[in-house]
Nanobody, 122 residues
Framework: QVQVVESGGGGVQAGGSLRLSCAASGLTFSNYAMGWFRQAPGKEREFVAG???????VYADSVKGRFTISRDHAKNTVYLQMNSLKPADTAVYYCAAKVGFAIRSAAAYDYWGRGTQVTVSS
């Protein structure tokens, strides 16, 4: 049974940092691209960052230069380091896993976590 579990969310003031973790089990981690998405109240889920198994990364323009995605194959875990956080980053953050090339489209992902709340106060 595949499980994707996020952790590390919480509250932080603007300008602060958080690191989200996502542990994947029940799958061959090296075969999967991993992505982070977020959804704010009343808005659609949006792509934040993605990383193919070979290490290539891609970011949404809104987080480029502030967020960093990384993965530890030994731990089957992907991370999202978030720096210089803004109130606009407030959302539920989701981790997802997929095979194949397309990484920005939520519809292309096979497995999803339940999300972790990130709240940035001004």
């Amino acid at each position: 049974q595949v499980q994707v579990v996020e952790s590390g969310g919480g509250g932080v003031q603007a300008g602060g940092s958080l690191r989200l973790s996502c542990a994947a089990s029940g799958l061959t981690f090296s075969n999967y691209a991993m992505g982070w998405f977020r959804q704010a109240p009343g808005k659609e889920r949006e792509f934040v960052a993605g990383m193919w198994s070979g290490g290539t990364t891609v970011y949404a323009d809104s987080v480029k230069g502030r967020f960093t995605i990384s993965r530890d194959h030994a731990k089957n875990t992907v991370y999202l380091q978030m720096n210089s956080l803004k109130p606009a980053d407030t959302a539920v953050y989701y981790c997802a896993a997929k095979v194949g090339f397309a990484i920005r489209s939520a519809a292309a992902y096979d497995y999803w976590g339940r999300g972790t709340q990130v709240t940035v106060s001004s």
